[in-house]
Each structure stands twice: as C-alpha cells, then as structure tokens.
C-alpha cells in the first residue's frame, strides 16, 4: 500500500539531515507489512534545503520565525504565517497527501496547522534537549512528537511524546574512506562550528593550534563560509575547509573533536564514538545547545566550556590535556557510543507507520 507523505524541514542542517534520514528509511521498507512512501519535500526559498534536497520534490513557502521585540516585523511574520498555511493547504490537498512529518522550526507551524485543518496526521521531531517554541507551541496538536533526548518529554507535558533518538545519515554506520591526506598515526583534531560555522570559535582555534602542532597533531578546521580570516592560518598539519561532505569518516578519524552543540552535530559525534570538547552557540534561542551539551557530559563523552570563558590559551591546554590522557579519551569514547541510538531511523519511520494506520482506521 502507498502513501503519500510532505516532508516539513528547512533552514539548518539540524533540521534537514535528521528529515533525509528518516526519509531514507522509508523509501526502502524494512519489514514486508510497511508501506511504501511517495515523499515531497517543505521548505523555504533560499535556505539550505535547496542544496541538500536532491531526491524529492521540493515545493516552497515564504515564512519566518517569530524573533525579536513585537513591531511592524512581527505582525508581517504573522500574515506570512498565515500565507503560508494557505499554500501548504493548497499542497496537501493538490498532491493528496496522507499526512506530514516535519523536523520543527518555523516551517513547522504552517505545517501543522495546514494538515490540522485537513483532519490529516502530523508527526514532529524534535531533536533537541530543551525544544524550540515552535515544538512547544504546536506540539499539543500533533499526534505524536519524536524526541531526540529522553529530557526533553518534561517540558512537553502537553504533547505525547516518544523517545527515538535523532537519526543520522546512513553513511554514518558505513562511512566512505578518508579522502583527506592525514598520516594514519597522527592525533586529529577536528572542528566544527555547525552548519553555519562558528567565527568566534575559528577564532579561538587559530590562536591554539600552533602549540597542538608542535605536540605533533594534525588539525582539520570546517571554518563554514561567514569567516573572512578563514584562510589566515597556514601550516602543513592544518586543513581548512569551509565545508567537508564526509563527515562520518571524519568523526570516526578523529581522536577529538571541537564543537558547537546542536542536536543534529552530537548525533554525529555520538554515532561516531568522538569525545569533544563542547563550546555552544552563546545566543541560541532557549539557550538549547547549553542543555544538549549537558546531556553529553552528564554521559561522560564531552566537556563542556562556555564560550566567554575561553581564550586561546586556555583552549590550547585544555586539548593537550586531553590528548595527552588517553585513558580518558577512551572513556569518552566508549560513553559516546553508548548514547549512540544506531536504529533511531527505524524507531521514527515505525512511529510515522503506526501513526498514520491509526489515523486512516
């Protein structure tokens, strides 16, 4: 039996990666009573899914978050909200679709709220320890909201949760070979700012990496393309690049990385088994990446610094520290494949398969 599902995810890789992962698990049915899924995709002009979503349809709405003090910018957000519910109406209905996923921000709310209107199913994924206002707001009218931390359910009281993990791309359980000319015996380091980069972290890098050189590491620095001073470093035991598409082999390389804390990156790093070294994003809405990190250290496989108080110095030997104690790296090794949910892909795509039979008897 086919079914029809629209894809809601937009803007981040922390929302777009864990939706291709899902939608990679449905488009090859993993027992013979599942459906088969014809998948499109929801998304926003300009935004990262444009160059990411390659295998379904992708259709796109004008919306924005709701950010800042109320004025003029709110209330056009508003009406494009409203827009946008009437354009996703019209998609759902057009394409006859049985009802939607989608991975939470603001193109979740159109979402939601169009496929509400149309008596359809909506199952939301939220991948992150404290949820996004969005998940806390329209989470109550979904039929079943995903979490990606078990600590998240006790601000949704209202919703009906279930506990999957977030899923990652299927190449991280059987990754490509290294395609990066870094000799097998040395330590790596790698960073990673998040899908938009991280100029004040790059920062910090560039001003602790010699010492790290000259301890024999080797340094593979994902710079992201905000960062005018990217290329102010060189050394032949340092890579910068402003992207890097296999990440899986990298991670799993890696003797240590250092890194924001959004969900989707930590997933990455627990389903790669890599200790690190935590510095969230200080203006994240909600302060999320703060309580995510704190579940990863709480596990024992980061440390966790605030980024106002870090300098270079102060980077520089926290990572010897760590390198130099091999004992604890394997132990932040071992916690981190422990927090590892390898079949949380199976766990959404049978919480969206039940889900929608429920809905259609």
């Known amino acids: ?21 899902v939608a990679q698990h449905l488009s090859q049915p993993h027992t013979p009573e599942t459906s088969t899924w014809s998948i499109e995709w929801l998304g926003v002009p300009d935004r990262l899914e444009t160059e990411l979503v390659h295998s379904y349809p992708l259709h ?6 709701f950010q800042g003090r109320p004025g003029l910018r709110t209330i056009k957000t508003g009406l494009n909200l409203i827009k946008g519910i009437w354009q996703t109406r019209k998609i759902l209905k057009q394409g006859n679709f049985d009802g939607v996923f989608t991975t939470g921000g603001y193109i979740a709310g159109p979402a939601i ?4 209107s149309l008596g359809l199913p909506v199952v939301l994924h939220e991948s992150n ?7 806390r707001w329209f989470g109550p009218w979904c039929d079943s909201v995903a979490i990606g931390f078990p600590s998240a359910a006790q601000h949704l009281t209202k919703s009906q949760t279930q506990w999957t993990g977030t899923p990652v791309r299927a190449n991280f359980w059987q990754p490509d070979p290294l395609d990066l000319p870094i000799p097998d015996t040395v330590p790596l380091i790698v960073v990673v700012g998040g899908s938009q980069g991280a100029v004040r972290v790059n920062q910090l890098v560039r001003d602790a990496a010699p010492a790290w050189f000259d301890a024999g590491a080797w340094v593979v620095h994902l710079t992201g393309n905000r960062d005018s001073d990217a290329n ?26 250092i890194s924001r804390a959004g969900a989707g990156t930590l997933t990455e790093l627990a389903a790669s088994h890599t200790p690190a070294i935590l510095i969230p994003y200080p203006t994240a809405a909600d302060d999320h990446q703060t309580y995510n990190a704190r579940s990863f250290v709480d596990a024992g496989a980061a ?31 071992r916690n981190a494949a422990a927090a590892a949910v390898p079949d949380s892909g199976d766990r959404l795509a049978d919480l969206i398969e039940t889900t929608f039979a429920g809905h259609s008897q």
Request: glycine share 12%.
């Open 232 to 257: 102010q470093l060189n050394h032949s035991q340092y890579i910068a690049l402003p992207f890097y598409n296999n990440m899986a082999a990298l991670l799993k390389r890696a003797d240590l990385a």
């Open 303 to 333: 440390r966790l610094y605030p980024q106002g108080d870090l300098d270079g110095p102060t980077l520089q030997g926290l990572v010897m520290e760590l390198l130099n104690d091999g004992d604890r790296r394997l132990r932040m090794t």
């Open 129 to 135: 320890a404290m949820p996004g206002k969005v998940t």
């Open 60 to 65: 796109t709405i004008g919306v924005g978050g």
């Open 1 to 21: 039996m086919s079914k029809r599902l629209l894809i809601a995810a937009s803007g981040t890789g922390g929302h777009i990666f864990p939706a291709l992962a």
């Open 113 to 116: 709220l169009a496929a509400r």
